[in-house]
T-cell receptor
Framework: EAQVTQNPRYLITVTGKKLTVTCSQNMNHEYMSWYRQDPGLGLRQIYYSMNVEVTDKGDVPEGYKVSRKEKRNFPLILESPSPNQTSLYFC??????????????FGPGTRLTVT | LAKTTQPISMDSYEGQEVNITCSHNNIATNDYITWYQQFPSQGPRFIIQGYKTKVTNEVASLFIPADRKSSTLSLPRVSLSDTAVYYCLVGAPGAGSYQLTFGKGTKLSVIP
């Protein structure tokens, strides 16, 4: 089954404790992306990647890091989480092929709480 | 990236046709219009995409007038299961940037 998986699905942590949210896709997609979703603000892109070792900033990259060492994986790293990073996070992937890039497959989401 | 404007929320009764309009006044020549649907507690899912005139699939229809400054997502005979947030995106992947901007979406509530 074609899918994007994220782990963990739920995470409660404390300010300053480094964490990583993993994302993996099994569709051989080149394009992968991370979003955060907050009430009243919709979906905002954090980082995206067009292929292995190629990443770029989205609308809200501050406080986040990403890496793309393998095509299927795109982890999101919070080096020193703060309470304003409490949010619902989504990973997505799509082919890097014209308009198909906008036909993204989303993961189930990771709800992060930073206290 | 073209900025989009959608109504924050809409209500509809079951069985009615629902039209959600997205305004994108500064759409560029190469931009496409894409709509997503997000059910509560789930990630968004792609539903339809178009460039001009009309596109129809098993889920919805997308109407784009000649000036392309707006688009309308049409859901025929909605049911309770169509309650979701609908997002409009405008852009041309590869035309300078692969950044995607979703905006705030329209929350559709279907009433029995």
């Amino acid at each position: 089954e074609a899918q994007v998986t994220q782990n963990p699905r739920y995470l409660i942590t404390v300010t300053g404790k480094k964490l990583t949210v993993t994302c993996s896709q099994n569709m051989n997609h080149e394009y992968m992306s991370w979003y955060r979703q907050d009430p009243g603000l919709g979906l905002r892109q954090i980082y995206y990647s067009m292929n292995v070792e190629v990443t770029d900033k989205g609308d809200v990259p501050e406080g986040y890091k990403v890496s793309r060492k393998e095509k299927r994986n795109f982890p999101l790293i919070l080096e020193s989480p703060s309470p304003n990073q409490t949010s619902l996070y989504f990973c997505a992937s799509s082919p890097l092929s014209g308009t198909s890039t906008y036909e993204q497959y989303f993961g189930p989401g990771t709800r992060l709480t930073v206290t | 990236l073209a900025k989009t404007t959608q109504p924050i929320s809409m209500d509809s009764y079951e069985g009615q046709e629902v039209n959600i309009t997205c305004s994108h006044n500064n759409i560029a020549t190469n931009d496409y219009i894409t709509w997503y649907q997000q059910f509560p507690s789930q990630g968004p899912r792609f539903i339809i995409q178009g460039y001009k005139t009309k596109v129809t699939n098993e889920v919805a229809s997308l109407f784009i007038p000649a000036d392309r400054k707006s688009s309308t997502l049409s859901l025929p005979r909605v049911s309770l299961s169509d309650t979701a947030v609908y997002y409009c995106l405008v852009g041309a992947p590869g035309a300078g940037s692969y950044q995607l901007t979703f905006g705030k979406g329209t929350k559709l509530s279907v009433i029995p």
